[in-house]
């Protein structure tokens, strides 16, 4: 099936909800809720937050506050942002399509996962589910990712599932006082496909 700028701006449109995918061992699911206390747990604990574009949550209110712009930006949207839950539904981390661009077919990844469950290929398996979807049931073209030159882990990830490092801009984030670099990466779909 060809996918067309029109075709992807409609798909996205004709969403009644947060597309479920179900992998062997994590599913991505719209938020609910009941996620506030996982989602403050995710983006308060340092280490999830080493390398992200502000510092960790201190608050409860700040958790309520990312899940509604979680459906406020479904409801526009301009992202998507799943929950990655586990075997017993709990919220485990976060996955998100977002800057998406029906015109040029594309959007960013992002995604954290709960140090509980790192180095387990769970990231994987969860990105993986978002980006057959993206690049096979949405029809983008590409999909890019920002990391903090640092995130190893992150680069690992990406590269892994098949982005390629494409440059650098420097000095592009400021988290308080300290201002960093963004690594620029990019995967294509037919690379996507070819890969797998
Ligand atoms: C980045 C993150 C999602 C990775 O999650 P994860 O579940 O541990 O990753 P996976 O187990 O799926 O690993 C994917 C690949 O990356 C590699 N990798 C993961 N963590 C790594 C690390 N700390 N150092 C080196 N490689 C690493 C794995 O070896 C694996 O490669 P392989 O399949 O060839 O073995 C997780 O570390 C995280 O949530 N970090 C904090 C949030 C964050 O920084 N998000 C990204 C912002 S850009």
Redesign the pocket.
Known sequence: MSHSSQSIAAALSALDGWPLLQGPRVRLRGPRDADVEAFFELFGDP??????SRPPLTERAEAEQLLTRCHDEFAARTALEWIIADENDRAI?SCKLFRLNPTHRRAEL??????D???????????TLALDWAFGTLGLHRVD????PD????R??L??LGFVTEGRQRESFFVEDRVTDSELLGLLGSDWRRDR
């Open positions: 280490r999830v937050m080493r390398y992200w981390g992002g995604y954290a996962l709960h140090p469950h790192w180095g387990r290929g769970v990231a994987r398996e969860a990105n990712a920002g990391i903090d995130n190893t882990a992150s690992a990830l590269h892994r």
